[in-house]
């Protein structure tokens, strides 16, 4: 989990990295909609395959799988030639520093982080929580698990389509906001 965890927070950074020299400013919410939809119809899909191939082959050749998924992810993110800036000549630890130290100073910045941080943290407890129930007490196998996970998702699938129509009306950060409170509301 802590290596799993560590891989996909620096997936994250880097893609967001990507994403800003990929998509022009103007088309930042239609493309994050976008990708926050591709990312959600993952989560339709990938546990009920995921279930589906734990309870066909087992649980370590469903992990060998999704190794060689992400390797096939990474083969073709670099595929991909963004237009980069070149970075100023400093260590990767100062850029770090300067960064958190940009986040923390600027108060909108510094609210969607700790609101992030705490809503990814207890998401994790409450998704690991949910595993143990469905698997212990409801008793469900792999598959129906999968295809359990996979129908939650469809909400966030829903929600990244109408994303850009609430930024449209209400404005970004009330958007933030309503989907802070309306996606842990539906857990």
């Known amino acids: 989990a802590l290596v799993t965890g560590t891989l996909a ?10 994403f800003a020299s990929l998509v022009d400013r103007a088309d930042y919410i239609q493309g994050t909609s976008l990708t926050r939809g591709s990312f959600s119809f993952s989560w339709v899909m990938g546990p009920s395959i995921g279930g589906l191939l734990v309870q066909i082959l087992s649980a370590p050749l469903a992990l060998v799988t999704d190794v060689l998924s992400f390797l096939g992810s990474a083969s073709l993110l ?29 108060p909108v910045l510094r609210a969607k982080f700790i609101g992030s941080g705490l809503l990814n943290l207890f998401y994790t407890v409450y998704f690991t929580l949910f595993l143990l129930f469905i698997a212990r007490e409801l008793r469900l196998t792999p598959g129906m698990i999968g295809v359990a996970l996979g129908l939650g998702a469809v909400g966030a699938l829903l929600g990244s389509f109408v994303t850009g129509w609430f930024s449209r009306r209400l404005g970004v950060g009330p958007t933030f906001l309503l989907g802070s409170v309306v996606f842990p509301g539906a857990l």
């Open 78 to 106: 670099r595929s991909i030639s963004p237009q980069e800036t070149a970075p100023e000549k400093q260590t990767s630890s100062s850029h770090i520093r300067d960064g958190l130290r940009f986040v923390l100073r600027t």
């Open 9 to 18: 927070m620096l997936f994250n950074v880097a893609s967001n990295t990507l």
